[in-house]
């Protein structure tokens, strides 16, 4: 398993430099890069709150055909809550399935991957749309102490989206409640709006209700994107 977490971990890293590379001499209408950052009032993931107060979410991700390579991030102003940076594959087939890889990382050695003090928790996922209707699969394939993954942890979420709302309901067991069994922990409403600046310029803004069952706690969650 270390081997092969740091194998995918350094993939993750150069495998959009090796595909431009490969590419230079394409001509391009756009580039195959995209970054953004959200802010958000809070952090919260599969209907857990993590961290606290405000956090800046940047990402830099590399997207050619079906492929997708990036890195995301959280970042709380307040120092001493929760620092994740993630590294993520996937690839998009164009009837609605979309499978890949993703590297949870937290704050701690690089390239421990150690089922004891590991800083990094390998997650399996798949998702496929129709309409308006997204389902979700998730599997977790390693026990990493730094992380906080037990292995064979699992999340499923399916999510509707409506003209103007999305409405969403997640289960999962491991990481995803207090007990360790499968039980429901998101379950919300969320929608967006642009908020216009000046003429040439919009905000995007984001928000969510979101309740989790299990642990018996709600919460409103605001953010905007540039």
């Keep these: 398993m270390k081997k092969l977490s740091t194998i995918f971990l350094v993939l993750a890293l150069c495998l959009p430099v090796i595909i431009n590379t490969s590419n230079a001499q394409e001509e391009e209408s756009s580039s195959p890069f995209s970054l953004g950052t959200d802010i958000v009032s809070n952090y919260v993931w599969r209907g857990t ?6 956090n800046i979410q940047p990402y830099v991700e590399f ?6 390579v990036g890195s995301w991030g ?5 120092t001493s809550s929760v620092v994740e940076n993630d590294f993520y594959l996937s690839y998009g087939f164009n009837f609605g399935l979309s499978l890949g890889v ?22 399996i996922n798949g998702s496929y749309e129709i309409g308006g209707l997204s389902l979700s699969a998730n599997y977790i394939v390693n026990e990493a102490g730094g992380a906080a993954s037990a292995g ?6 399916a999510m509707y989206s409506f003209e103007n709302f999305d409405i969403f309901i997640g289960a999962g067991d491991g990481w995803h409640t207090t007990t360790g069994n499968f039980e429901v922990v998101n379950v919300g409403i969320s929608t967006s709006k642009e908020i216009k600046i ?3 310029f919009s905000l995007p803004v984001f928000g969510s209700v979101i309740v989790n069952p299990q ?6 969650v605001v953010g905007f994107s540039f």
């Excluded at 959280?74 to 307040?78: E, K, L, T, V």
């Excluded at 642990?215 to 409103?220: G, P, T």
């Design 49 to 54: 709150k993590l961290g606290s107060g405000p």
């Design 63 to 68: 997207g050619i055909a079906g492929l997708t």
């Design 74 to 78: 959280s970042f709380a102003f307040n």
């Design 102 to 123: 993703t590297d949870y990382y937290y704050q701690g050695p690089l390239f421990d991957f150690s089922d004891s003090t590991g800083s990094h928790a390998i997650e």
């Design 152 to 157: 064979s942890d699992m999340y499923f979420e």
């Design 198 to 200: 000046i003429d040439k």
């Design 215 to 220: 642990a018996e706690i709600a919460y409103v």
